[in-house]
């Protein structure tokens, strides 16, 4: 319970933060008392349904806020309230979805069933594709390492699930459990812990092969190449995309693979493979068409290729070209992806910053601020200290001593 209320407060301060919001001004928004909203924020109090709607209103967090409080008692607090057996062993999907497919599972196993019923199992699968993708947008706007338990149960949960259900259905829960295994990963990776990434990277593979998944596996190496890139060695980086880039392979995974070649090749410096290499993505991921799973890679952006463009620009010592492609491409991020605001609006920041557009990258990084404080992610740190350095060239600027501070504080945690 008190790490479901940690999570309410701390989704509820980034919508507040997002908002631009202060704590008086929800406060009077919602009519509660600003001490209550920020006992709730702290996980000091428990937020009810009924408060949940109303900041999700007044946060414009379109349901966000609300489908963390459930509206009835969770099955540990109240086993016999809803009554009968039927409801115990399926309960509706207004429940579920507050309280998460783990419950779902929780409350199968509870039923002296020694075999949940094949339209549990489908139901559990239908569900948790929903959930999935609420939780992808919860890691848009929430720290990583807030997202990564849920992550974690999700994906025991679906395994254990799989294991006493029907053959067809059991392949389809363990392939969207490597989905959920697959974007731990990230989580892990986002939240600085390298070992932790890559372990569940494999956990990810493991699961599709079972699930008959193949291509999973290759794109496993163009996650590995980011950790690589994150770490300057542009070797590794190039040599793990290339292999990701099998005619075999769907076009998405190859375009995603031809991505992050470009950025190795950006890293080091070699700017004519880095054109063909984008040029290569382009074509691919324009190609590509979706299937029902859940997509692999970034969704929030309009044209990819366009944005990491941009971004290997700076690595390849061109700012101003950078800095005209990320003003443009960031102009088309939705609203709600902070994390994918951050990231590109921190590399945007320092392509002006290098181009000695200095008081503009200040205004820049100033209004980033909030977003990145909010994301908690360990590879827009990386971005974000080199920014940092770049600023701090001019120390008596103005520009950079209004924001100084902040930008010092936003950095403080992540180098400990």
Known sequence: ?????????????RNRIAAGLTLTEL???VHYSKGHISKVETGCKRPTPELARLCDVALRAHGTLASLVPAHPLPHEDASAEGGAESAVLPSRRRVMATGAASLLGVAENSGLSEPPEAL???????SHALFDQYRRLGQMSPASSVLPTLAEQTRSLCSLATRTGPRTARKLRGLASRYAE????MAEESGDDEAALRWTDRAVDLAEVAGDHDLASYALVRRALITYYKGNAADTIALAARARSQRLPARIRGLAAQREAQ??????????????????RALLSSDSRDAAPALGTTHLGDPAAMITGWCLVDLGRPREAAEHLDRECADIPAHALRTQA??????????????????????????LLTTDCVGSATIATDLRRLARTLARHPRRPAFLAIAPHLNASLTPVER
């Open 1 to 13: 319970m008190q790490e479901r209320l940690a999570q309410f407060g701390s989704e509820l301060r």
């Open 27 to 29: 406060a009077a928004a």
């Open 264 to 281: 190795g090749h950006a890293l080091a410096g070699d700017y004519d493979a880095c054109m063909r290499a984008l040029d290569a993505a």
């Open 183 to 186: 974007y731990a990963g990230w």
């Open 343 to 368: 990231r590109y609006g921190v590399r945007r920041a320092l392509a002006h910053a290098v181009a000695g557009e200095f008081d503009h990258s200040c205004e820049l990084t100033g209004r980033l």
């Open 121 to 127: 199992g489908s139901n559990l699968l239908e569900i």
